[in-house]
């Protein structure tokens, strides 16, 4: 099934990266850990060289992940970064103290990892699968002294769970997401998320719902994990005293950046939103962490680290046709509700440009999202099995006949232009990473 050397040549790296994970795309979302596991002994079991963080949660993981990779790599670390999705190319999935994997390294990787799978069968590795073991196999050439790993979907069965022994291991939220796979219940998808904690090992664990703490708790107790049970930081109402050069505006916004403090440490929050108060906080309780473990982070360093974190998509500004438009991927409940949040304290008739993909919570996503005087523009999202436009329009204007605005268009440059066209409004894109990906790409 591999392609002849002279068909790839004529092709363009992000191409032939597509073209070489494509065929494993066939083989859908099938959770499970025998099929991970027998391609790493393969490959000679390249994450037993690896020492992982490993993050799970529904919402938060990305930010969390940034975060700390932001901080070691301050720290004069050597740390691997491994999420997803990505928003434009694979390559951003996989990174180096802060920079994406190349086209090129990606790609032979890839031919390395496709090398050790003797055919494609059924039991053949899924798409995240061989992703995954790419981004382990080049952290173990890459010799990091770290890698903060994000689970995909769910933890228990996820393909990033073969750490037996992580440094610590985070869960970021627990809310209602991928019912179909993770469970119906807080209880259920709890038992999942928890399923990364490993005997003895430390844990970082968010706010959750009383019946998914109990789940959590439950296991903690029976493998006698070191947990830390982490609250929201506390937002400082001005920079310390002592703040010695970390910025004074926020990377995402010329704004005045906010600081925070948790445990006595007293950090920039780049990042918007009142979540990133919650986030923050996980990422100092596992620095705090490791620096009881005998990693080497000053105080400064944490403040420098968190000052240069950036995290693309999620609540992000962007300037486009000479207009200020807010980002957002808000594909789930909890996040809407976040987004909505921060929305309100900006003051502003806001027009939602919105995109969803067919398998969410549309209903719950308005609920939390849409209010008296909103406009709302839907569009489809490019490539992806998306929902309805028409279809959605008529389940938002039934759940909140108040909107002053519902509109479908085909294509989502067409949908910003005419709410920037607005005047005394705020644009916000939103509803789907992918749709943000495809923004992206687009501009």
Known sequence: MSLPPCSLSLLSLPVEIDSLLKRFQRFGVHLGLERINRLLADLGNPHHAVP???????????????????????????????????????????????QPISSEALKQLLLQVQAAIPDFSEDSPTQFEVITAVALLYFAQQQVDVAVVEVGLGGRLDATNVSDRPLVSIITSISLEHTQQLGDTYAKIATEKAGILKPQAPAVI?????EAEAVVKARVVELACAAVWVKPAVELLSPPANNQGTPQTSLTQEIPCRWAEYQGIKYPLPLLGEMQLSNSALAIATLQILQQQGWKIAEDTIASGMAKTKWAGRLQWFTWRDRSILIDGAHNPDAAQFLRRY??????????????????????????????GDRLYLVPVPDHSWADPNALATLAQNLVPELTDCRTYPELAIALE??????????????????????????
Not at 206 to 210: S, T
């Open 52 to 98: 992982i963080i490993h993050v799970a949660g529904t919402n938060g993981k990305g930010s969390v992940c940034a975060y700390l990779s932001a901080v070691l790599t301050e720290a004069g670390y050597r740390v691997g970064r491994y999420t997803s999705p990505h928003l434009v190319d694979w390559t951003e999935r996989i990174c180096l103290n802060e």
């Open 206 to 210: 968010g706010q959750l719902p009383p």
């Open 343 to 372: 929305v309100d304290t900006l003051d502003t008739p806001v027009i939602w440009v919105m995109g969803m993909l067919s398998t969410k919570d549309h209903a719950n996503v308005f609920r939390a999202l849409l209010g008296r």
């Open 418 to 443: 005419a709410a920037v066209a607005v005047p005394e409004t705020l644009t916000v894109l939103c509803g789907s990473l992918y749709l943000i990906g495809h923004f992206f790409q687009q501009n």
